[in-house]
């Protein structure tokens, strides 16, 4: 089982960007305990983190016949990237999306996923654990 999880803009700066909502946990010790917990598991893991949509869209693109499922934390483009909706739409390779924070628990324009239809289902509002619990969830994605 091959999972490849995908990071959004901004997601470079978790540790120090608003840690009142983001917590104090960088995105590299993050990578640490997915990998520990995906060794547990069996399963491989793909990391990566970028600012650019159109490069979320190609490793979108890339993945299909190479990972099982994806993890995506879209973070800002969740609320406004049709591109990203049509690039999972369009692979269909199983996604997960997840967050830091609980969306819906916070401004207006965040209530809104474009992404979420087209996801398997979305997990938000763990902090870091919530990478830890959409890795489990992955793992199971299939039965
Ligand atoms: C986020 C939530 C998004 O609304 C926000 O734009 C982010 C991070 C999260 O992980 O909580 O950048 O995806």
Not at 12 to 29: C, F, K, Q, S, V
Not at 119 to 141: D, H, K, M, P, W
Request: aromatic share 6%.
């Amino acid at each position: 089982m091959k999972i490849l999880f995908l990071n959004g803009p901004n997601l470079n700066l978790l540790g120090t960007r608003e840690p009142e909502i983001y917590g104090r946990t960088t995105l590299a010790d993050i990578e640490v305990k997915v990998r520990e917990r995906a060794t547990k598991l069996g399963a491989e893991i793909g990391f990566r983190q970028t600012n650019l949509e159109g490069e979320l869209v190609a490793w979108i693109q890339e993945s299909k016949g190479k990972f099982d499922v994806i993890v995506l934390n879209a973070a800002a483009y969740t609320h406004t990237s049709v591109a990203l909706r049509d690039a999972i739409s369009a692979v269909g390779v199983p996604t997960i999306e997840i967050h830091l924070s609980n969306v819906h628990a916070r401004e207006e324009f965040r209530h809104k996923s474009l992404i979420a239809p087209v996801c398997r289902g979305q997990i938000c509002g763990f902090g870091a654990n919530s990478y830890i619990l959409a890795l489990e969830a992955a793992v199971t994605v299939n039965g």
